[in-house]
């Protein structure tokens, strides 16, 4: 009989357990989920301290006897007890950037990954054995009455105390509310268990059947990223393995490692649901597909394929109509501020540049915009790349620059079209820019972005394209610039400690420091233990009025339009942070990180 386990051939090869004896564990393997070896301990096979020595022999990690160890408090807070007791993983100590974790399984990439981003420190991977893992847990965290009983009894997910977790997949329902990475990783794990072993590649019919392995992987993987609001799925070839990371409220974090033999398999998968060449693997691919995640509720993917060293990148962005909010209200404007939108916004013509970096959420602003005007009584147009969304009483149109479908060529054909309102996904070049400026002049509204910083950077932008300085002050009449902040989780948000001289650095006077109290997020389930749960924009709106126009008449420096703008009473970037976090909404390192002093243009 073929031994599958390859913990069972090193132990075998090592002489420590018999064919007989593997294949007896791996038979009660099969029935509970335990490790091989903690199965073979039990049966008194082998020694739990010869074990520990093979096993680190085996991953080239030093062993560890947490009997002995102290393990100070603010380490233990680093990995929460559920974690603890679901991973089997302690941290022992934590010495500047690094921590020292003592873990059952110290080849588990993905969970070291894991904890490096939960923690933001370098791990350091310790083995030990699991009772001596377990023992440390009961003696180092703090139980209440429910986390003893439940730990010391029979827990659903892991079974009997004492025991290894068998790798029961958790449903979906079971991810929304836990709203961690972990239960989509034990899915991961049982949908892995279901490919065959050894083949590196699978074939066409695998490929196309409902429910084959690979299939199922791919879909689990499709659903578990839109169940915990994931923007962006990256399947990332490397060497030894793929590694699968989720970008949550614009971060990336690594979900898991797939197995190379996978990797084709997976990307072919992709390629077609959103009906690409699975042949060509030399060049890149776009694409898109629609994910019914139920029979009332889909979303739209959209796929990019990049050819890379160790094969094909894949990179998923999932955009969910249903939680896309288009109302100008909610989107974290201040009164003033969301006055002087709707006012522009019912002029009859002149142009609304919106203007950040990329991942702003300068589109949502836009579509907000568009969805607040869009009535039978106007004709709406749009040239984008791509279309995002999908707008009920819309004119869409995607550019397809290899067939010379730019957007310059695209606003041309739109303007025979008699537009009211028009929107370009993006001023790239002077061409664009000039027939953007035109349409405003002749009665159009129009809305566009530019990747700019800031409203007077806009300006400046516009003059170095080549528009004459006269066409943008009389064509412009609002300016947005916009960057998207976390927002703290409000299950587990708590008081800041900062300094005085932090707040004051960041833009606070003396006397708003009495009535600033900030927050942060301590970190919870929900959360998915990063102390945040979704984004708001910060905003800093920039009407063009009659004071400014001769400035840009005289091409006036960006610094000098700053200048006046803020004497103006124009409130900036900075400035909306700052009120966001007296509001406790976000922290002051997410505004510190997102913004610039007022001063620094």
Known sequence: MMIRERMGQLLMEAQLASEDQIQEAIQVQRSNGSRLGSILVQMGVISEVTLLEFLSQQYGVPPI??????????????????????????????????????????????????????????????????????????????????DRNSFTGEDPLHGPAGTTAPLQAASFEEIERTGTFYDLQNCLREALSELPEGEDHVNGHDLLEDKAPIVNLVNRLFRGAEEIGASDVHFEPTELFVRVRFRLDGVLGTLTHLPKRVQQAVVARIKIMANLDIAERRLPQDGRMKLQIDPSHSIDVR????????????????????????????????????????????NPYGMILVTGPTGSGKTTTLYSALQYLNTPLVNIVTVEDPVEYHLNGINQMQIKEDIGLTFAAGLRSFLRQD???????????????????????TGHRVFSTLHTNDGPRTITRLLDMGVEPFLVSSSLSLIIAQRLVRKICDFCKECDVNTPEQLVALGFDQEELQGVEPMKGRGCVRCHQTGFSGRIALFEIFPLSDGFHQKILSRAPAHELKAAAVQAGIHTLRQSGLTKIQGGVTTVNEVASATTSDHSI
Do not use: W
């Not at 990019?304 to 100008?328: F, M, Q, T, W, Y």
């Not at 002077?430 to 002049?441: K, M, P």
């Open 65 to 146: 006897d947490l009997s002995s160890c102290k393990i100070e408090p603010e380490v233990l807070n680093l990995v929460p007890l559920e974690l603890a007791q679901q991973f089997r993983i302690v941290p022992v100590r934590q010495f500047r950037s690094r921590l020292s974790l003592a873990m059952v399984d110290p080849s588990n990439i993905a969970l070291i990954d894991e904890m490096k981003f939960r923690t933001g420190l370098n791990v350091t991977p310790l083995v030990a054995s699991e009772s001596d893992i377990l023992s440390a847990i009961r003696r180092s965290y703090q139980f209440s009455t429910s």
């Open 303 to 346: 796929v990019s394929i990049l050819p890379c060293l160790h094969g094909e990148k894949a990179v998923l962005r999932l955009l969910d109509r249903s939680k896309l909010n288009l109302d100008l209200t909610t989107l974290g404007l201040e009164k003033p501020d969301l006055e002087s939108i709707l006012s522009a916004l019912e």
């Open 419 to 441: 537009p009211d309102i028009i929107m370009i996904g993006e001023i790239r070049d002077q061409e664009t820019a000039n027939i953007a400026v035109q349409a405003a002049l």
